[in-house]
């Protein structure tokens, strides 16, 4: 089977299918190739291991929101950051149903958590929707509007770390995070007493 688009959308359409039924936790290569009438073989042509096929299923069925993320450095200066960085974790807490179930499977599936740790050490910088939200802070800084000492990967972490906490509904609202983390807990920032 040629290796163009039509068979990678046609095994990301087989990926979604067979993790919506079974779960990505118990979704196998051998599932999705049946489903996608491919080979087993044929998968790791277009992907070199389960948990990018199951990333790349979960983006292809949220295109719209990965093209709204990659466009978000282009926001730097408009609006305010607290309504940039509210609409940015808004768009991925869209993603809810979508996205949890994989970043679950991948805390009790022993194939995904290696695949996940192996990714994290072999490309320790950021992808995705942290690096738009990287980019974006720093396209903020560069504009005078966020702090200079941020690190804006750091602080991309954060951000999105409390969007997956308020996602599972471990704690207060996402509005309240944001609110929090944008506002800060002091009256007067850098006047707080000991």
Known sequence: MPRGPHTRTNLLDATLTVATRDGYARATTRAIADEAGVSEATI???????????????????AHVDQWLADLPDRA??????????????????????VLPLELAMLIDPEL??????????????????????????AEQA???????????????????????AAVGAGPTLDDC???????????PGTETS
């Open 178 to 188: 944001i609110d929090l983390l944008v506002n800060g807990i002091y009256t007067n």
């Open 143 to 165: 504009h005078g509007r966020i702090r200079t000492d941020l690190e804006p990967a750091r602080a991309a972490l954060v951000l999105l770390g409390t969007l997956f906490t």
């Open 113 to 138: 958590a290696h695949a996940r740790a192996e990714r994290l050490t072999a490309h320790p910088e950021l992808s995705g929707a942290p690096r738009h939200l990287a980019d974006y802070l720093a």
């Open 44 to 62: 790791y042509r277009h992907f070199p291991d389960k948990l990018s096929l199951f990333a790349a299923a979960v983006m292809h069925q949220n």
């Open 77 to 98: 200066g408009l609006d305010t950051v607290e309504d940039n960085i509210r609409a940015c974790l808004h768009q991925l807490a869209t993603l809810k149903q979508s």
